[in-house]
C-alpha cells in the first residue's frame, strides 16, 4: 500500500487546517521544499500536496514551489486545489506531477470531469471531500448539496484513475480515519482509493491495509505533531 505524507501550502508556507477550516490553520516553521527533502530523505515515494491558496482563488498560486520540488527529488508527486482549466492540468503535468486532483470543478461539472479524463489520461484523480454524506466544494466552504455515492455513480465509469476520498469531520483532528464510509465508497468505485482525514496512528495505517480497492492512505497532522515517526510509517511500506 501507497503511504502518501502531506503537504498543505498557504502562503508559500507549510500549514494543516482543522476540519477545513482557514480560521482554524497551524503553521509550521520548515518550508514545503524542506519538508519533501524530509520524506525523501525518509525513503517515501509518493507525496500529496494541496494548494490552499488555489483552492480558495481557484488559480493555480504556487506553480513554482511545486516545480521546485519536482525538480530536486524524485516523487511521485499528486496536487490539488483550485484546479479548474485544462491550462491548469497541462502546467502541472509538464511541471512533473504524477497525478491532477479534480475536486470543486469536477463536482460543479461533470462534464469537466469526463474532458479531462479523456485528454490526460491516467494523469487525473478525483478528490471527493465529503462531510455528513454529502459533497463540499471550493475550499470546504461550499456545500454541493450532492449525495457522495449519488455522485459517484454518475462519474463511475469516466476514466479517473484514482480517487481521493476525504471525511472533513475527520481532517486534522487526529481521531482516525472513517473507515466504514470510506470502504464503502471503495467498494462502489470503478477506480483505486485513497483514505484521508484524519490519521492519527499506524495502527490506522494497519488497519487501512485490511480494505479492499484501498491503493494508498495520506497522513498530514499527525507527523507534523510527531505522533507518527516517519522511520516508523516508512516501515509499513516495506511491510
Not at 21 to 49: R, T, V
Not at 80 to 94: C, M
Not at 178 to 188: G, S, Y
Request: glycine share 8%; proline share 2%.
Amino acid at each position: 500500500m501507497k503511504i502518501f505524507p502531506a503537504i498543505d501550502i498557504k502562503d508559500k508556507k507549510c500549514v494543516r487546517l482543522v476540519k477545513g477550516d482557514f480560521d482554524n490553520k497551524i503553521e509550521y516553521d520548515i518550508s514545503p521544499a524542506e519538508q519533501a527533502a524530509e520524506y525523501k530523505n525518509h525513503g517515501f515515494k509518493n507525496l500529496h500536496i494541496v494548494d490552499l491558496d488555489g483552492a480558495l482563488t481557484g488559480e493555480i498560486s504556487n506553480l513554482d514551489i511545486i516545480q521546485d520540488i519536482t525538480s530536486k527529488f524524485n516523487l511521485k508527486i499528486e496536487i490539488g486545489g483550485g484546479i479548474r482549466s485544462f491550462e491548469s492540468i497541462q502546467k502541472y503535468i509538464d511541471a512533473g506531477v504524477e497525478k491532477v486532483i479534480l475536486g470543486s470543478a469536477a463536482i460543479k461539472n461533470k462534464n469537466f470531469l469526463k474532458e479531462a479524463c479523456e485528454k490526460f489520461p491516467n494523469k487525473i484523480a478525483l478528490g471527493l471531500d465529503a462531510k455528513d454524506g454529502y459533497l463540499s466544494v471550493s475550499g470546504w466552504k461550499e456545500n454541493s448539496n450532492q449525495l457522495t455515492m449519488d455522485f459517484l455513480e454518475e462519474v463511475n465509469d469516466f476514466g479517473a484513475s484514482r480517487l481521493i476520498y476525504t471525511d472533513i469531520n475527520r481532517d486534522g483532528t487526529k481521531q482516525g480515519p472513517n473507515f466504514v464510509e470510506t470502504a464503502k465508497i471503495a467498494d462502489k468505485s470503478n477506480c483505486p482509493v485513497i483514505i484521508s482525514g484524519g490519521v492519527s496512528s499506524i495502527d490506522d495505517i494497519k488497519k487501512a491495509k485490511s480494505l479492499k480497492n484501498i491503493e494508498g492512505i495520506i497522513v498530514g497532522k499527525a507527523i507534523y505533531d510527531g505522533d507518527i515517526k516517519l522511520h516508523e510509517l516508512k516501515k509499513e511500506i516495506d511491510a
